[in-house]
């Protein structure tokens, strides 16, 4: 059973730069897809950025694409998702999730395993 903790979340003023991370454990043979994604206040969950465990292949949403850096550290079983560039609309709790195949994937029921979740309020 594989358990997603994200930690680094907290308010942020627009234009910061905070790094969320995901602390994989239970088997990360069973992740070798780890995506981020998030969710704002009355939307929908949405994809953000996705990272291999081999090779550190990343996949982007458009609106983040050139602002946020989805990495990975082998050793400590750790993902990171670093943002810069912040906006108000960025606001929202950001999940980190996994998915045993190595296809890329950017929708909710791909991923088998979530974590609890991070708020990341960006004030203006």
């Known amino acids: 059973q594989v358990q997603l903790v994200e930690s680094g979340g907290g308010l942020v003023q627009a234009g910061g730069s905070p790094r969320l991370s995901c602390a994989v454990s239970?088997?990360?043979?069973?992740?070798?897809?780890l995506g981020w994604f998030r969710q704002a206040p009355g939307k929908e969950r949405e994809f953000v950025a996705a990272?291999?465990?081999?090779?550190?292949?990343?996949s982007y949403a458009d609106s983040v694409k050139g602002r946020f850096t989805a990495s990975r550290d082998n050793a400590k079983n750790t993902v990171y998702l670093q943002m810069n560039s912040l906006k108000p609309e960025d606001t929202a709790v950001y999940y980190c999730a996994a998915r045993t195949s190595f296809i890329f994937s950017s929708r909710l029921s791909d991923y088998a395993y979530w974590g609890q979740g991070t708020q990341v309020p960006v004030s203006s």
């Open positions: 239970g088997g990360t043979f069973s992740s070798n897809v």
């Open positions: 990272v291999t465990w081999r090779g550190g292949y990343t």
